[in-house]
T-cell receptor, first 113, second 119 residues
Framework: RKEVEQDPGPFNVPEGATVAFNCTYS??????FFWYRQDCRKEPKLLMS???SGNEDGRFTAQLNRASQYISLLIRDSKLSDSATYLC??????????????FGKGTKLSVKP | GAVVSQHPSWVICKSGTSVKIECRSL??????MFWYRQFPKQSLMLMAT?????????EQGVEKDKFLINHASLTLSTLTVTSAHPEDSSFYIC???????????????FGNGTRLTVT
């Protein structure tokens, strides 16, 4: 099983649509979770951290399910500027890998007018 | 917010030459920095962890004699790709976290990346 797994997409949605991405992770010891977005040929940029109780930042809502080891990202009222690849990121858990973050391959979102 | 600066943004070099990439934390100190590599349509893969004042820790399969890392100060880490070959062409990205905000649970901040093309 891959450490962090995401549906690569692409998700093609019209402007204004609501879209959800899921991500599963294999290391039950992981303690911190993030969603990053990466535009084509650019570095990843932090979108939001994911907290146990779930959290919202404007049109973006992140959820964490520790029991099932999955994370979700919901985007409401999609904008053209939301088009990007969304990376699910999980820390390495305990021990030497704790400081490292494990990246999923990303889910590509394309918002059409 | 925390800013990480990476230079150069892109470089084209001939096979057999060496290329140095710099990574600086501009407004915070980082005893640890991470170097990633990303091939087209692939995820970021950690190459090595750079430790200020000590040797870098390399991931399995990454040649430490080929990818030289120096973390000479609390704000600067360098990656040198020695004797570069076309298969080394990739997107190299450094990152660091603001350690004043916590060691392991704060997010990583990335440099803008270096696109290396070896001809």
């Amino acid at each position: 099983r891959k450490e962090v797994e995401q549906d690569p997409g692409p998700f093609n949605v019209p402007e204004g649509a609501t879209v959800a991405f899921n991500c599963t992770y294999s290391n039950s010891a992981s303690q911190s979770f993030f969603w990053y977005r990466q535009d084509c040929r650019k570095e990843p940029k932090l979108l939001m951290s994911v907290y146990s109780s779930g959290n919202e930042d404007g049109r973006f809502t992140a959820q964490l399910n520790r029991a099932s080891q999955y994370i979700s990202l919901l985007i409401r009222d999609s904008k053209l500027s939301d088009s990007a690849t969304y990376l699910c990121v999980v820390n390495g858990g305990y021990g030497g890998s704790q400081g490292n973050l494990i990246f999923g391959k990303g889910t590509k979102l394309s918002v059409k007018p | 917010g925390a800013v990480v600066s990476q230079h150069p943004s892109w470089v084209i070099c001939k096979s057999g030459t060496s290329v140095k990439i710099e990574c600086r934390s501009l407004d915070f100190q980082a005893t640890t920095m991470f170097w990633y590599r990303q091939f087209p349509k692939q995820s970021l893969m950690l190459m090595a962890t750079s430790n200020e004042g000590s040797k870098a820790t390399y991931e399995q399969g990454v040649e430490k004699d080929k990818f030289l890392i120096n973390h000479a100060s609390l704000t600067l880490s360098t990656l040198t790709v020695t004797s570069a070959h076309p298969e080394d062409s990739s997107f190299y990205i450094c990152s660091a976290r603001d350690e004043n905000r916590g060691t392991y649970n704060s997010p990583l901040h990335f440099g803008n990346g270096t696109r290396l093309t070896v001809t």
